[in-house]
């Protein structure tokens, strides 16, 4: 595959605005009147990451996520498009979001992504994936295809050398 910047046929990036006052903020993830059913979660999720760590890349076989990053930390995210038969195979695709810029990412399946915590203090992520991890009562598999374990990936060279790290 050759790896070329450019947008990816079905992600969608969407800026999330945070209602400020005297008590703190608030903000707005998700509403079905903005989001294809196909894409309503099933499920969601809050995870924490520390300051300079990569979670993925992975990517799904019939999963899409709906991720939301608001802070404190700020994240590199990338993708790319691993969907053969899409007109934007081979597209790779960067935002910078959390504290400093609070979005959201809609990652259809089959496109690979991972993000980092590039800030010095550590971010929250959300995540409202259209479908149960692990299935019902958790009892199928995981569907997840991981590629972070192999440093000769595609993926885990690309983001090593967009990072200023040899490949």
Known sequence: MNIQKGSIEGVVITSIKKYSDERGWLAELFRHDELAQEYYPQMAYISMTNPGVLRGPHE???????????????????????????????????????ANNPGSVLVPKGVVHCYRCISIVPGLVFNAPNQLYAGAKKEISVDEIRHEDDPENIYVKDEMSRRGQPQ
């Open 60 to 98: 799904h076989v019939d999963q899409a996520d709906l991720f939301a990053l608001v802070g404190p930390g700020d994240f590199k995210f990338t993708l790319w498009d691993n969907r053969e038969g899409s007109l934007t195979y081979g597209n790779r695709m960067e935002y910078f979001m959390g």
